[in-house]
């Protein structure tokens, strides 16, 4: 079920506003989640630069894995916002149930796979089996991906809501988790030696007496890892008694967590190409990580740290282009095709500005933004290498904030089959093979696999450009024969 106030605000009215309502939070909620990253990846690098390359090395493999319930999540927020817009609320609750379900089911089976498969990836991706590089990947990998139904959890929570229309509800979940994560992290990865927890607050003394008593110097990567996951697990849990203690928009019972066999065919049919379009992302990072091993442990150091900067940045495209999914499919779902592509318009002309803005100062800060993420011995190699890539890679954001925009109008209508073939071919596709020409034909080394990534943004807003301009897109996932605003609906 869901409340009466949530009908009609994105289908009725200004549309600028609905969407800046939706992708404030939502950029809120994502930069708390790069935050996660941001943190580990500060306190490791207080470790050394063997830990920074070993979660650079790990984080391609944890987000392939993830992008196989991630598509199953955008699934459960198409379906959601196009009942929304229907008027058919009291399918929600089945419908959120069943996602919610069916995605935890789906986080077992992939935890065990990660954990098993953990030191044959990394070693696929280029770390070098018995190194400290590898041990601590393995390590930091393993974690990580048990923890999957917590992380996976807390993501069927946010993409239901958001799919609803509410995305403050997850904001708020989001900064109680990232809060409890920087609690732990310095504590559980340095613990009571060389923390400068206890430097900055001139409780040194403190520290000496702490570690004298427990002899605790932290756990490094594995402490990185513990922190995310725990952090992660109390987030869940306070989502799930939001869900069914009638808490926000959408209300669930236990009986909806089982899936029908019905709802389980239409997650798979919607989700499948989206976990598809997700993993090839998932997989050209691990080639790009592996062509950018073969030019040195630095540079691939640089990447991860270049990758996450980006992460960081790019998250107001990202807000807005889930705002785009939500609005459209409510338009969408409520017969209102022309609102939908109106929608996408407008969002291209509020962040077109702010990206040709965001890419001219990250090229001209470059070198002190990279130096935030790293020092200590062997860091100059790796800052080097960092600046190098924001320079090449920053000035095409504008163009990938059209293609963004696009591609959430794909997913809102269901078209995520379209929006597969582009994103498979043209964005990640054409950066692997780019990247592989360039790197490895021409010798370029790493600027070659910047200038493949740079070259695949281009690539894909021209190809998304023309498919949104013929309407392929258009459409409903709910059909023609839905019966809007009735219980009964059927899927084309």
Do not use: C
């Amino acid at each position: 079920m869901t409340d009466a106030s949530a009908e009609g605000r994105f289908t009725e009215g200004p549309i600028a506003w609905p969407l800046l309502a939706l992708a404030g939070p939502l950029t809120a909620t994502q930069l708390l989640q790069v935050a996660y990253n941001l943190t580990d990846t500060f306190w490791v690098g207080q470790v050394g630069a063997d830990a920074v390359t070993a979660l650079s090395f790990s984080w391609p493999l944890i987000f392939l894995l993830v992008s196989l319930g991630a598509g199953m999540t955008n699934a459960g927020t198409i379906l959601v916002a196009q009942h929304a817009g229907a008027g058919n609320d009291h399918d929600l609750g089945r419908v959120a149930g069943g996602t919610l379900g069916f995605v935890g089911l789906l986080s077992i089976a992939v935890s065990i796979l990660g954990a098993v498969l953990a030191p044959m990836a990394l070693s696929a991706i280029g770390t070098t089996p018995g190194t400290e590089v590898h041990e601590l990947a393995v390590t930091y990998t393993r974690i990580i991906v048990l923890g999957m139904p917590f992380t996976f959890g807390f993501h069927v929570f946010m993409a239901l809501l958001r799919g609803w229309g509410d995305t403050k509800t997850p904001m708020y979940l989001m900064v109680l988790g990232v809060g409890v994560n920087l609690l732990l992290d310095p504590f559980l990865i340095l613990g009571f030696t060389d923390n400068p927890i206890f430097g900055w607050t001139g409780l040194r003394g403190l520290e000496e007496s702490l570690f004298a008593a427990t002899d605790f110097a932290g756990f490094g990567v594995a402490g990185a890892a513990g922190a995310t996951v725990l952090s992660r697990a109390v987030a869940a849990a306070v989502g799930l008694w939001l869900l069914f203690g009638d808490r926000v928009g959408l209300s669930l019972e236990p009986g909806d967590l089982v899936a029908d066999r019905e709802l389980v065919t239409r997650l798979v049919r919607i989700g499948g190409p989206g976990a598809i379009d997700q993993s090839t992302q998932s997989v050209a990072a691990i080639v790009m990580t592996a062509l950018v091993a073969t030019v040195g442990a630095e540079a691939v150091a640089a990447y991860g740290i270049g990758t996450r900067f980006v992460s960081l940045v790019w998250l107001p495209m990202a807000a807005m282009g889930m705002a785009v999914e939500t609005v459209v499919g409510h338009n969408l779902g409520g017969g209102r095709p022309d609102r939908a592509r109106r929608t996408v318009y407008v969002a291209i002309a509020i962040l077109g500005s702010v990206f040709l803005v965001a890419g001219a100062l990250t090229v001209w800060f470059a070198r002190p933004l990279v130096s935030l993420f790293v020092t200590g011995p062997g860091a100059e190699p790796i800052v080097s290498h960092g600046a190098t890539f924001l320079r090449i890679v920053a000035p095409t954001w504008a163009v990938m904030a059209v293609y963004h925009m696009m591609n959430g109008a794909f997913y809102g209508a269901g078209s995520t089959r379209l929006a597969m073939t582009v994103g498979v071919t043209t964005l990640w596709g054409a950066r692997a093979a780019i990247a592989l020409l360039l790197v490895v034909v021409l010798a370029l080394g790493a600027p070659g696999a910047w200038y493949a990534i740079a070259l695949s943004n281009v690539t894909a807003a021209v190809a998304g450009t023309y498919v949104f301009v013929r309407g392929y897109w258009l459409g409903d996932v709910l059909g023609p024969d839905s019966g809007r605003n009735s219980a009964h609906d059927a899927e084309t």
